[in-house]
């Protein structure tokens, strides 16, 4: 439906001081401090994990060497969303607006439109990864028995779920240096930055900017400062749902990817028959995750 002279009935007489609404700042991008961004040329992206070899073992004095065998651990799939959304302006509203350009304005509308739905969609998988959302392993994306083919299994969130503070976020760097790959042998995983809501920000502050331990009458130094155990600090996402789920990235390689498949692009269009004018923006990507291990969460206690 178009917007018509009746929705802007305060824009076509004078002695209007301002229009505002639309101004507002948005936080943008912050799906950068999580996911690489690649690029898609098909209408889904698939990633296959694989499976090295087990530990080496001893050969006797004459024998002959053992033989190992690979193979493909899992698959992670993206699938490739379309996203998009328009308006339309009557000839007559366009005409009749005294204060200022329907479609400057609402353009701007739009993008922001388009804009939080993508910040939505990429914290998603953090909001519903203990719970719901699945990886290729078939289990959620935060889970304590992530499964391998040697079948040992890997946890990136904690033994019993916690609250952010100074325990829980140095076992959390302890769980991560547990890692093993798909056949048992450790990887040298090491955590980069920490994942917080806006209602952390402050505790996140204390404990990796503190040179001292918090909330302890002990001159000990903040080991977790000290050591350099999270280098990246802490960034605040202010689309996680959960007001005490924090999260710790790693530097485990091909994990949590946004495909964008067909970047954002605009168009406008005017009718003949009745003038309206149409605008429109699309995009199609995909937010996904290939390595659960690339990341560490704990939904708080």
Known sequence: MAISRSQLLKELLPGLNALFGLEYEKYENEHAEIYETETSERSFEEEVKLSGFGAAPVKAE?????????QEAFTARYNHETVAMGFSITEEAMEDNLYDSLSARYTKALARAMAYTKQVKAASLLNTGFDTFTGGDGVTLFNASHPTVEGVTNRNRPAVDSDLNETSLEQAVIDIAAYVDERGLLIAAQPRKLIVPPSLMFVATRLLQTEL?????DNDLNALRSNGSIPEGYRVNHYLTDTDAWFLTTDVPNGYKHFVRTPMSTSMDGDFDTGNVRYKARERYSFGVSDPLAMFGSPGA
């Not at 331990?213 to 009458?217: C, D, L, N």
């Open 62 to 70: 004459g024998s002959s060497i053992s033989y190992d065998n690979a």
């Open 213 to 217: 331990r918090v909330g302890t009458a």
